[in-house]
């Protein structure tokens, strides 16, 4: 959708991730290399060819 949106909101997920968790974790996934999750294991199967 927007790309400069959601690295910006990668960048500030520490901080957003409070208040709208549901959302930061749909962005993140949606961006997937943008913001890499560790604690997410679908997130790393799905970029693993």
């Given amino acids: 959708m927007w790309p400069d949106r959601d690295a910006a909101f990668a960048?500030?997920?520490h901080y957003h991730l409070r208040k709208t968790k549901r959302q930061a974790l749909q962005i993140r996934k949606s961006?997937?290399?943008?913001?890499?999750?560790?604690d997410d294991p679908t997130s790393i199967q799905s970029r693993i060819p």
Avoid at 31 to 38: D, E, F, H
């Fill in 11 to 13: 960048n500030h997920a």
């Fill in 31 to 38: 961006i997937g290399p943008v913001a890499p999750a560790a």
